[in-house]
């Protein structure tokens, strides 16, 4: 059972250049969400979905696109990377409750290191 | 802007002492978490302490809530060199929907010298 699992570990790019980084679970959680965590800021929500087809914005979303065609995968693209989007990037899940509250924590990767030049 | 604010923002004890960090925040919430984060790692859940709950315990640790004055608190007993870490506070509220999430403070930075 690995749990949360995020691709690349370590990344760079230049100005401009597009890329997508990977998540997975492997613990049949609806609820998935994207964070970026910058010095400082604390973590920050990006995008998030509560089940495959279904993706909404967080607190911080320009730049960013999700989509989520499967339960296991929620891959988080950028567009065209600017120096302001170097950051650390967590993915995190959970189960959901549609309908009622879900009183669960949510289970984290270990996060991509992503630098922009 | 971040719902959580925890103080202090650093905090360094010795080996044996506890360790109190607070965490404030300015709306209704359905529940608080509390996260440990070591150096260059992901977040690891620590206690989930819901809205009617006052007080709750694990292992070494003790959580409070009072939502009339939109605060928590994480107590360490008996703290260990492995306890360095940061520790961060979540809340998460919109209780009426499954699409709930958490909106994080930015940390408290403990050091435990051995």
């Known amino acids: 059972n690995a749990g949360v699992t995020q691709t690349p570990k370590f990344q760079v790019l230049k100005t401009g250049q597009s890329m997508t980084l990977q998540c997975a679970q492997d613990?049949?959680?609806?609820?998935m969400s994207w964070y970026r965590q910058d010095p400082g800021m604390g973590l920050r929500l990006i995008h998030y979905?509560?089940?495959?087809?279904?993706?909404d914005q967080g607190e911080v979303p320009n730049g960013y696109n999700v989509s989520r065609s499967t339960t296991e995968d929620f891959p988080l693209r950028l567009l065209s990377a600017a120096p302001s989007q170097t950051s650390v990037y967590f993915c995190?899940?959970?189960?959901?409750?549609?309908?009622?509250?879900?009183?669960?924590?949510?289970?984290f990767g270990d996060g991509t290191r992503l630098s922009i030049l | 802007s971040q719902q959580g604010e925890e103080d202090p923002q650093a905090l360094s004890i010795q080996e044996g002492e506890n360790a109190t960090m607070n965490c404030s925040y300015k709306?209704?919430?359905?529940?608080l978490q509390w996260y440990r984060q070591n150096s260059g790692r992901g977040l690891v859940h620590l206690i989930l302490?819901?809205?009617?709950?006052r007080e709750k315990h694990s292992g070494r640790l003790r959580v409070t809530l009072d939502t009339s004055k939109k605060s928590s608190s994480l107590l360490i007993t008996a703290s260990r060199a492995a306890d360095t870490a940061s520790y961060f506070c979540?809340?998460?509220?919109?209780?009426?929907?499954?699409?709930?999430?958490?909106?994080f403070g930015e940390g408290t930075q403990l050091t435990v010298n051995p």
């Open positions: 995190a899940s959970r189960p959901n409750f549609p309908g009622g509250v879900s009183n669960q924590p949510q289970h």
């Open positions: 613990m049949n959680h609806e609820y």
């Open positions: 979905s509560v089940g495959a087809g279904i993706t």
């Open positions: 709306t209704s919430i359905n529940n």
């Open positions: 302490i819901r809205s009617n709950e």
């Open positions: 979540a809340t998460d509220g919109a209780p009426e929907t499954s699409g709930s999430r958490l909106t």
